[in-house]
């Protein structure tokens, strides 16, 4: 799945600067570490629904991240 993101993410950086892709992983890198916590406390571990919602919130969060990054830049 990350190769499928290798060109797109290069183009992003160029267009946008690094701080896009940063701000981007750096939001996904969180709302999956609060994911893992939250599924850690109420289910003791991970189940194919918490695996596709914590995708989910990955990757509004990387959105969410570039989109703050874009407008502040």
């Given at each position: 799945g990350a190769a499928w993101c290798v060109i797109p993410l290069a183009v992003a950086a160029r267009a946008q600067g690094s701080a896009f892709v940063a701000a981007g992983f750096l939001a996904s890198?969180?709302?999956?570490?609060?994911?893992?916590?939250l599924?850690?406390?109420r289910l003791q571990g991970f189940t194919g629904d918490?695996?596709?919602?914590t995708q989910q919130m990955c990757e509004l969060a990387f959105y969410f991240g570039a989109a703050c990054a874009v407008g502040a830049g």
């Open positions: 890198a969180l709302a999956f570490l609060a994911m893992q916590r599924l850690a406390r918490g695996l596709g919602a």
